[in-house]
């Protein structure tokens, strides 16, 4: 009986102290965010095959810039500084499944002499979406990224 006058109270505690809820992962900025936008994400590419709109295109690196800076966020500013990251979109197509995506990620560090250190592949397949190919473009930069952490470990 006493729970619901528990939590009540801590609620009115938290209320009272000016503590809000905790922001949606969607207006959550991250540290690196301009720094990745500016220098880190160097180019997103696509293959002769993949046909993006430049809105899509501007979409697809809004989202990719906000997952780099998401995988970065824990690390030191002069570690993120020196790392430079190529994305290529290598494959977007129909499939009887959905629209399937595959891309490539090139880690480099900043020189002189610049040197590749690892490359990361993701892909995705999207049943249906409003936007599939966006959808398709960003869950595969995603699922790659999901690597970048190791890769960087291996540094």
Do not use: K
Not at 23 to 45: G, I, N, Q
Not at 90 to 112: F, H, M, N, Y
Not at 136 to 144: E, K, L, P
Request: proline residues 6%.
């Amino acid at each position: 009986m006493r729970r619901p006058f528990v939590i009540s109270a801590l609620v009115s505690l938290l209320i009272g102290c000016g503590a809000a809820a905790p922001a949606p992962e969607a207006a959550r900025v991250y540290r690196y965010e301009a720094l990745v936008e500016s220098t880190v994400l160097r180019t997103l590419t696509t293959e002769g095959g993949v046909a993006l709109d430049e809105g899509s295109l501007a979409a697809v690196r809004r989202e990719a810039v906000r997952e780099i800076a998401a995988a970065l966020d824990a690390m030191a500013e002069p570690d993120v500084a020196d790392l430079r990251l190529d994305v290529n979109l290598a494959e977007l197509r129909s499939t009887p499944r959905g629209t399937r995506a595959r891309c490539l990620i090139t880690i480099s560090t900043a020189g002189p002499p610049e040197r590749t250190r690892s490359m990361l592949q993701g892909a995705a397949t999207v049943p249906a979406h409003a936007t599939p190919e966006v959808a398709a473009a960003q869950g595969a930069i995603r699922a790659a990224l999901r690597g970048l952490p190791q890769a960087l470990a291996a540094l």
